[in-house]
């Protein structure tokens, strides 16, 4: 046999020795360190590499397909927390088998509801300037189009507070950099420019 049908036939082999001990097959073990949610089954897994002490990690899997891993909520071991997709987020308490869902929850403005815009750095929120027609509009295209960035991602620290006023609401919004929340929970990335320089302002 050749060199290099050799070389060919090993590199086959070691791949496909990875993918055995990569996949998503359950074990007793796993089973035994399992919960169930609903249409999630959760398993705590021993994972080991080529090298180094085992890790572990939970997989969780929803209608019995991998769905991702799952990262624990800072010291408690019953919290877990899962990202399906940049538009839903499951909190779980593995201690009592329960979970809470966040769904993206973002609400377009309606520029024709708009009285005025007003923006103030978060560390003087007495220092309040307004938007320009031109500026408020363009602020409402960026945030109606913004996409979803996550779930409570961005921590404590922001730069400005902006308040819109319509007919009959007010909406508040915290932004840091070009990430903006409403709620504090759901966050969103605005394009560079949406946000007026503060100079312009008036």
């Known amino acids: 046999m050749k060199a290099s049908k050799v070389n060919t036939l090993i590199t086959i082999t070691l791949a496909l020795a990875t993918l055995a001990s990569c996949g998503r097959r359950i074990t007793a073990q796993q089973y035994a360190n399992s919960t169930h949610i609903d249409e999630y089954n959760i398993y705590y897994s021993k994972k080991t590499g080529w090298a180094g002490p085992p890790s572990y990690q939970y ?3 929803k209608n019995k397909r991998f769905v991702s891993f799952g990262i624990s909520s800072g010291s408690d ?26 769904a993206d929850s973002k609400k377009p403005i309606d520029h024709f509801e708009v009285d005025s815009i007003l923006i103030s750095p978060v560390e003087n929120l007495l220092k309040r300037m307004k938007f320009s027609e031109r500026q408020a509009k363009y602020f409402i ?21 902006i308040t819109v006023y319509t007919k009959d609401a007010l909406r508040t919004f915290l932004t840091l950099n070009n990430f903006i929340s409403e709620d504090g929970d759901w966050e969103y990335k605005l394009k560079e420019d949406a946000l007026p320089q503060w100079d312009s302002l008036q």
Do not use: M
């Not at 019953?78 to 329960?98: G, H, P, Y």
């Not at 189009?145 to 620290?157: E, H, M, T």
């Open 59 to 61: 997989d969780i899997y």
């Open 141 to 161: 295209k960026c945030w109606n189009k913004a996409s979803p960035i996550g779930y409570k991602r961005l921590g404590k620290g922001r730069d400005f507070s």
């Open 77 to 102: 071991t019953c919290q877990l927390r899962l990202k399906e997709s940049n538009v839903l987020f499951i909190d779980f308490n593995l201690c009592d088998a329960t979970k809470k869902v966040h």
